[in-house]
């Protein structure tokens, strides 16, 4: 006999909507959501929680994280082991997952063994899609080689050499994308134009030529994959969707032309508003951003928010990420209000929830609590639709987590 657990009485969270439903139940079977409605009858088997005055809302989706990311300094992982990052990424994902992201899309780094390892049940972590490494051509966003180091060094068994691959050329950029696919990439990361925490290459750097990103395009769609795209200046986001990027990351200098072609292509963005944000906190020296990095951080920070509304106004599809690392992650959950300061508190919960679920092509199983979707969901004192800080304050506020079925915690006052 199937195992049973049902939730009763709780203000079902339904992130299509702009305020919380009627008090609800919630009928969980076998880890997928089998039924919700208004007073259900418990099967016999059934396990009865009573959260009344509670709120009932689908897990966060994060889709923008790096696993691996966790030096202050990206460029210190060259003297990481591979072993001592991933063990150090298990503690990262574990506390991702109590902070409600029951799951996340890793955009450069994480591959099929973390993924396949958090399926197994061998490391506490949200569900993971994950892209591999990241395509970088030489120069560009994912070379961290200091200038020092020539092109015969190899670093390959560092934590470093998890993040990216160097590829040059179509050629290159075909046999690198195919590679990630084989090694069973959810998707494909290209790096399109200059970064914060980048060495060498100027912020408003133009990476790639056309014919390299269609190529990269071409071999994720043949596959049924898809790509997306470090980029931050108009160009490269303009460059990026007429040559059949799906989803931009970053974003933070787009005008107002480049959005309303996203918007009429059915393209993505996902805005990371609060890494630069924390950088600007934390400063150079907490934060382990170099002068350079921290003057490329307070322009990506000032354009950010105007994005934000730019994308707003043309209709774009607007989901979440962080793009944090270990010494930033108490932010993770900060981020969603600090989005509100231009989106609606309900705009925000979408882009966590059904927006990013769409992003990873989860729709209906993902994002929300639906009959039929994956039983992963949250139990919140208080109301993020009139006040995101109930999910800022997490530990406070969000009474439970569970993935699949299964409380990963809950506090004494939620009795599974």
Known sequence: MSKHILLTGGRLLDPRKDALGPPTDILIEDGMVKEVAEHLQAPPDASCIDVR?????????????????????????????????TAKSTM???????????????????????????????????RLFVGGKAISQTGGHGDFRSRAVSGDDCACCTGLALFSTLADGVPEVIKATREQLRLGADHIKIMLSGGVASPNDPLDSIQYRVD????????????????????????????????????????????????????ERGAFVVPTLIVHEANTRLGGAASGK????MAKNERVRVAGLAALKV?????????????LSMHTQQFQNEGLAFNATVLSNADVIRSATIVNARIIRREGLLG?????????????????????????????HILAVMQAGRFVRADPAISP
Do not use: K
């Open 311 to 323: 994308y707003r106004e043309a209709g774009v599809q607007i989901g979440y990420g962080s793009d």
């Open 92 to 126: 990262v994902l574990r506390q991702m997952l109590h902070r409600g992201w029951t799951t996340v899309r890793d955009v450069a780094g994480g591959d099929y063994g973390m993924r396949d390892a958090a399926e197994a049940g061998y490391i506490e972590s949200p």
């Open 290 to 293: 170099s002068p350079a990095s």
């Open 53 to 85: 005055g509670r709120t009932v809302m689908p897990g966060l989706i994060d889709a923008h994280i790096h696993m691996f990311m966790n030096e202050m300094n990206i460029a210190a992982l060259a003297g990481v082991p591979q072993t001592y990052a």
């Open 368 to 396: 929300e609590l639906i009959a039929g979707a994956h039983a992963d969901l949250l139990i919140v004192d208080g109301d993020p639709y009139a006040n995101l800080d109930v999910l800022s304050r997490h530990e406070d």
């Open 212 to 263: 390299e990103i269609a190529a990269c395009t071409e071999e994720a769609e043949r596959w049924g994959s898809y790509v997306c795209a470090h980029a931050y200046s108009d160009l490269a986001i303009r460059r990026g969707i007429l040559n059949g990027i799906r989803c931009i990351e970053h974003g933070n200098f787009v005008s107002a032309e480049t959005a309303a072609m996203m918007a």
